[in-house]
């Protein structure tokens, strides 16, 4: 009797999706790539670290998306980061004329006004796949999984909105 119990106990699972199946599975997914980096703490020597990979990244290696699908991430991305966050130092402004009132305050708000418009282009389901796959870094299998959906599903979506905000920049003559 004893025994069926603790077989019972051994048995049972929780019922909670996991979304970090670690290094080795998520590498084989293609969601890290392994690099070799100088270590922090001692610039001599190397150490071996798993980074994210950026889902349109994958996509684009995979040959689910095409460059255009790819370009139209950046874009959105690239707006996001400079309307929403504010410039980083990494960013780049261009104005067309000097002389013009046109500075930093008029392109970030420049950016926010796309990024918004992209994002009703879009919609609201497939502008939160947009903000998890492409604003958030993460990953499709958690996105699906905090959705409740096979990753397929997730995957499908994310395509379609890629696709939207091709449309959307190709209308406005921005791809």
Not at 52 to 72: E, K, M, Q, S, Y
Not at 120 to 127: L, P, R, S, Y
Not at 154 to 173: F, K, M, P, S, T
């Amino acid at each position: 009797m004893m025994a069926a119990v603790k077989r019972a106990k051994r048995r049972a699972v929780s019922s909670d999706p996991v979304a970090d199946f670690g290094t080795v599975v998520r590498l084989h997914r293609g969601e890290v790539t392994l690099e070799e980096t100088a270590d922090p703490d001692q610039p001599n020597r190397t150490i071996r670290r798993a980074r994210t990979v950026w889902v349109p990244d994958v996509l684009l290696g995979n040959g689910t998306i095409d460059r255009t699908h790819h370009l139209a991430a950046i874009k959105y991305h690239d707006d996001y980061a400079f309307g929403v966050q504010g410039a980083r130092d990494r960013f780049g402004i261009y104005v067309d004329n000097p002389a013009s009132p046109s500075g930093y305050r008029d392109a970030q708000l420049l950016a926010v006004t796309e990024y918004r418009l992209a994002t009703e282009a879009v919609g609201m389901v497939a502008a939160s796949a947009l903000a998890a796959c492409v604003l958030g870094n993460g990953t499709m299998a958690a996105w699906a999984i905090s959705k409740g959906w096979p990753v397929q599903r997730a995957q499908g979506y994310l395509l379609a909105a890629l696709d939207r905000l091709v449309e959307h920049y190709q209308q406005r003559g921005q791809l």
